[in-house]
């Protein structure tokens, strides 16, 4: 019996031998291969832009951790030049990326508190594009020009901000009414009824129109790259399309998209898809969206799907549907300004008057119902209850930039939440230590950053989110590889932050013992825990994230191209495309 095993034990050593030796002779082959996957049948027309990126992977170690870090500006600079030559590149959002206020010293510049627009700026900057957005400032009809334009970053600009102006009518019906009062709450599970009115539904087609007007004026040929942004702006892609062809339309959804039956109760779903479907491309962050989206094109119109290709037909357009989730700059540019961890730390505590030695943790989010922050104070509440003896030692700092003041919902929030701030501090509280600090203020980037640096937990707990990027920049800032982050199950980040604490934000007694772990983790485990996280989000920058859009812009532009010249043949699907940006990684992983 024991011959007998001692035999199969050998025969096990051997097979395992000559399969690693068969694993390796193909992995380098395969990596051997990947200039060539260039020019593998089919792939004739892949981007000159990505057969760089694809020798650059080889060049800069063979791994594909190691290449992906090369997503930089001027990856983007590459693939514009190379692949999509004299393509001017045009940003539409709702919130612009530089406000003008009035202030009693004269005028103040203002970088809102939005993870659109950190996203989306060095984007833009290095693109050295147009960026169209809504001028909301008090000031900002002072500062652009006899066109509406401005040039930004304000002492170092490179790229043009026009601005749209609407009226105080306009703003509220489409903005706050049907963008905000509508959409939002539809799109994110966080049971706050959506209020649909037929005059803000007005409003809103009115003020796409406008947009489209700009888009159209601002296009300095007919074959821009047009990238819409968000929920504001469903109705603008069709609205582009029809007067400009040739334009490439990729719109990114930068919220969740709910399931069909969610979706249905929306009384102009069909007109909302039917838009939404003028783009090239939609994207969205994750695939569960990107999947529900489908699902609704599915249940609504009279449409082709073709699943495979992660591509619908509609109206004689054909619109790929992808993930491509966001990110943040790598490495983050004011990083470079703030001071050591240290540093930070003491100044946070100066300001914010902590006690010594007390446990630092932090929220900072626009004050919005999806954030959850007031199931947050709840799971502070209960590690009290639950574990006296922490009473005394830890202070939660929410942050909480002010959004939507003006609607009841947010109003309501607003008010609860510093109501259960002040029961709190009455319950727990003492002359000199205060545990729940709730700072409903505008903070700028550097002050957040100097927060996250300060922290020795940060709370990113969403009812739902379709990203969060607090979750990534705060990974992001801290270079000391301490800190924890408690990161919400129901936010898309937590499909690549895998080493965070992952919480239901809805269950109180598991974010509480969430928040037990967190205070009492070792800074061998904190390290452990924050470096995959860092090396996740440095490989995965916004840089890719941009990046892997235009590539697959490039292609579908050039496929168009061709087929304007040759006709489309025997082609099995109106589109089959597989998107550029997933082969480039099949070829380096
Ligand atoms: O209404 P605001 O302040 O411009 O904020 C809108 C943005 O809010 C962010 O939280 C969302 O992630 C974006 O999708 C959205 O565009």
Not at 407 to 417: G, N
Request: proline letters at 5%.
């Amino acid at each position: 019996m024991l011959d007998y095993g001692i035999e199969v034990l050998w025969v096990l050593i051997i097979a395992s031998l000559g399969l690693s030796a068969v694993a390796l002779v193909f992995s380098i082959s395969h990596r051997r291969h990947i200039p060539a996957a260039a020019s593998t049948p089919g792939e004739d027309v892949i981007s000159e832009a990505a057969r760089t990126v694809l020798r650059e992977f080889e060049k800069n170690g063979h791994s594909a951790d190691a290449a992906l870090i090369t997503w930089s500006p001027d990856t983007l600079r590459k693939i514009l030049a190379e692949d999509l030559p004299e393509t001017q590149v045009i940003v539409v959002s709702n919130r612009e990326p530089y406000i003008h206020n009035v202030n009693d010293d004269g005028v103040e510049l203002l970088v809102p508190a939005s993870g659109l627009v950190s996203a989306l700026e060095p984007i833009t900057r290095a693109c050295a594009g147009t960026w169209i957005a809504y001028g909301g400032g008090t000031a900002d009809r002072l500062t652009v020009d006899e066109n509406d334009r401005v040039e930004v970053p304000p002492g170092n600009p490179s790229y043009t901000l026009r601005r749209v102006w609407l009226t105080e009518e306009e703003y509220q019906a489409y903005y706050l009414g049907f963008a905000n009062e509508g959409l939002w709450p539809l799109c994110h599970i966080a049971f706050t009824r959506p209020i649909f009115r037929a005059s803000d539904w007005e409003a809103y087609e009115a003020v796409n129109r406008k947009f489209a007007d700009t888009v159209v004026a601002e296009a300095r040929n007919e074959r821009p790259i047009v990238l819409v942004q968000d929920y504001h702006f469903a109705l603008l892609p069709r609205m582009i399309r029809e007067r400009l062809p040739e334009a490439i339309v990729i719109t990114f959804w930068h919220i969740p998209w709910p399931n069909s039956e969610v979706y249905s109760i929306c009384p102009w779903r069909e007109r909302i898809l039917e838009g939404l479907l003028g783009s090239s491309i939609i994207g969205f962050h994750t695939q569960f969206h990107a999947n529900n989206f489908t699902e609704s094109v599915d249940r609504f119109l009279e449409s082709r799907i073709e699943r495979a290709d992660a591509a619908i037909s509609y109206g004689g357009q054909t619109t790929l549907v992808h993930a491509y989730p966001i990110s943040i700059e790598w490495p983050a540019e004011l990083l470079a300004r703030l001071p050591a961890v240290e540093e930070c730390r003491a100044r946070v505590r100066e300001r914010f008057g902590l006690p010594a030695n007390v446990k630092l943790c932090v929220g900072v989010e626009r004050l919005d119902y999806t954030k959850g922050i007031l199931d947050r104070f709840h799971a502070l509440d209960e590690l009290f209850t639950r574990y006296p003896e922490w009473v005394g030692k830890v202070v939660f700092l929410q942050v909480a930039a002010p959004s939507r003041g003006t609607l009841p919902a947010y109003q309501q929030l607003h008010d609860e939440c510093l109501r259960y701030a002040e029961e709190l501090n009455q319950r727990y509280g003492t002359n000199d230590y205060s545990p729940l600090l709730m700072v409903a203020e505008h903070h700028s980037q550097e002050q957040v950053y100097e927060i996250y640096r300060a922290a020795d937990i940060c709370m990113v707990t969403s009812l739902h989110d379709g990203m969060n990027l607090v979750a990534k920049e705060f990974v992001a800032a801290r270079d000391d590889e301490q800190g924890v982050l408690l990161l919400s199950t129901f936010a898309g980040a937590s499909r690549e932050l895998l080493e965070a604490l992952i919480v239901n934000p809805y269950d109180t007694a598991m974010t509480s013992e969430a928040l037990l772990q967190a205070l009492t983790m070792t800074p061998e485990e904190q390290r452990q825990r924050m470096r995959p996280m860092r090396e996740m989000v440095r490989d995965n920058n916004v840089y890719r994230w941009a990046g892997s859009m235009l590539l697959d812009a490039a292609r579908l532009r050039k496929r168009g191209d061709l087929d304007r010249v040759t006709g489309n043949g025997e082609r099995p699907s109106n589109n089959n495309v597989i998107s550029m940006f997933e082969r480039t990684r099949k070829a380096v992983s």
